[in-house]
């Protein structure tokens, strides 16, 4: 069955400190990968997508992610932390053998000291 | 171009009453997915529509839950007979093509007392 493992449930890190979230994804075909951030009581927000092509992607409030076949990893970072940063994050991994369904990761909270 | 709107935004039933929650997607968007979060945990998949048509129902519980799309008029996710169990976070999302990315609504809080 396919599944998404974000390992850190929690991760703390200081303001202008960098960041990486772990997204690990086991999966039978070629998968397309997502991530997206959730602040309290929101809907989820797109930060970046791959689909094919530049294994390094670049998303929106200068975060990037880069996509490793070989270790079916797909790390989220960004190289200097905000204070607005502060909020859940999915990791979510779909394909087109298995429709159009998204698998989420159970989400990284992110907390920020100032 | 409006993003993707649900409502209610929060939703209150007794056990055993029927939930309704509605789903726009955003403007030329034939695909609409349901997803449920549960509370700590992350998003699953319930449904995948298009305009008419049931998808992909292998997340959806086979009893009390069902979902449609119809050609005028936003998706709805009904439940029928509420339990506790219910009460989650549900989320709306719609794409423009099959494979893509998915746009996410505010989602409807549902709380079963």
């Known amino acids: 069955a396919q599944s998404v493992t974000q390992p850190d449930i929690h991760i703390t890190v200081s303001e202008g400190a960098s960041l990486e979230l772990r997204c690990n994804y086991s999966y039978g075909a070629t998968p397309y990968l997502f991530w997206y951030v959730q602040s309290p009581g929101q809907g989820l927000q797109l930060l970046l997508k791959y689909f094919s092509g530049d294994t390094l992607v670049q998303g929106i409030k200068g975060f990037e992610a880069e996509f490793k076949r070989s270790q079916s990893s797909f790390n989220l970072r960004k190289p200097s932390v905000h204070w607005s940063d502060a909020a859940e994050y999915f990791c979510a991994v779909g394909a087109m053998e298995y429709g159009n369904k998204l698998v989420f990761g159970a989400g990284t909270i992110l907390r920020v000291k100032s | 171009n409006a993003g993707v709107m649900q409502n209610p935004r929060h939703l209150v039933r007794r056990r055993g009453q029927e939930a309704r929650l509605r789903c726009s997607p955003m403007?030329?968007?034939?695909?609409v997915y349901w997803y449920r979060q549960l509370p700590e945990e992350g998003l699953k998949f319930m449904v995948y529509?298009?305009?008419?048509?049931?998808?992909?129902e292998s997340g959806m519980p086979k009893e009390r839950f069902s979902a449609e799309f119809p050609k005028e008029g936003p998706s709805i996710l009904r439940i029928q007979q509420v339990v506790r169990g219910d009460s989650a976070a549900y989320f709306c999302a719609s794409s423009p093509e099959a494979i893509d990315e998915q746009f996410f609504g505010p989602g409807t809080r549902l709380t079963v007392l």
């Open positions: 403007k030329g968007h034939s695909h």
């Open positions: 529509l298009q305009k008419e048509n049931i998808i992909d």
